[in-house]
């Protein structure tokens, strides 16, 4: 079994945050404080800690895309995605890079897609068809 990571991050609102995190990614809440939140990310700890610093991220070209060097985000099954992407779509969420499949027919193969939260933090959630391929090089 997969221990859970945990990961801190930078937020300009809490409350904000709260609502986007538990309602558009259907994440559970955690301990909380008026400084910082928990978060259930698929199994794993999130943690949001208020700041008013700038969130802005640099970008690498991968697969002709402006990926955001600064990111998160989790690898689901090929049905979580496709649900996931279906949901974000019904909800008018903006994308950051669209939902595809990138590296097609290649080594590592994967449907991919980022978003941004309310705070600017970028998140991609990624499928492989097979798991071999997340480490394959």
Same mark, same amino acid.
């Given at each position: !079994? &997969? #221990?859970?990571?945990?990961? =801190? /991050?930078?937020?300009?609102?809490?409350?904000?945050?709260?609502?986007?995190? =538990?309602?558009?990614?259907?994440?559970?809440?955690? #301990?909380?404080?008026?400084?910082? *939140?928990?978060?259930?990310?698929?199994?794993?700890?999130?943690?949001?800690? $208020?700041?008013?610093?700038?969130?802005?991220?640099?970008?690498?070209?991968?697969?002709?895309?402006?990926?955001?060097?600064?990111?998160?985000?989790? &690898?689901?099954?090929?049905?979580?995605?496709? =649900?996931?992407? #279906?949901?974000?779509?019904? $909800?008018?969420?903006?994308?950051? *890079?669209?939902?595809?499949? #990138?590296?097609?027919?290649?080594?590592?193969?994967?449907?991919?897609? /980022?978003?941004?939260?309310?705070?600017?933090? =970028? $998140?991609?959630?990624?499928?492989?068809?097979?798991?071999? !391929? *997340?480490?394959?090089?």
């Amino acid at each position: !079994m &997969i #221990r859970p990571f945990h990961l =801190a /991050f930078p937020v300009k609102d809490l409350n904000v945050t709260k609502k986007w995190y =538990a309602e558009i990614l259907g994440c559970s809440i955690g #301990r909380e404080s008026n400084e910082w *939140i928990d978060f259930n990310f698929y199994g794993h700890q999130i943690v949001a800690h $208020l700041s008013n610093k700038d969130s802005s991220y640099l970008t690498n070209n991968v697969d002709n895309k402006n990926v955001p060097i600064r990111h998160f985000g989790v &690898i689901l099954t090929v049905s979580q995605w496709k =649900a996931l992407t #279906r949901k974000l779509k019904k $909800l008018n969420v903006e994308f950051l *890079i669209h939902p595809y499949k #990138r590296f097609k027919n290649k080594k590592g193969e994967q449907y991919t897609l /980022f978003i941004k939260d309310p705070s600017g933090n =970028a $998140l991609e959630f990624k499928a492989f068809k097979n798991n071999y !391929m *997340i480490f394959e090089n």
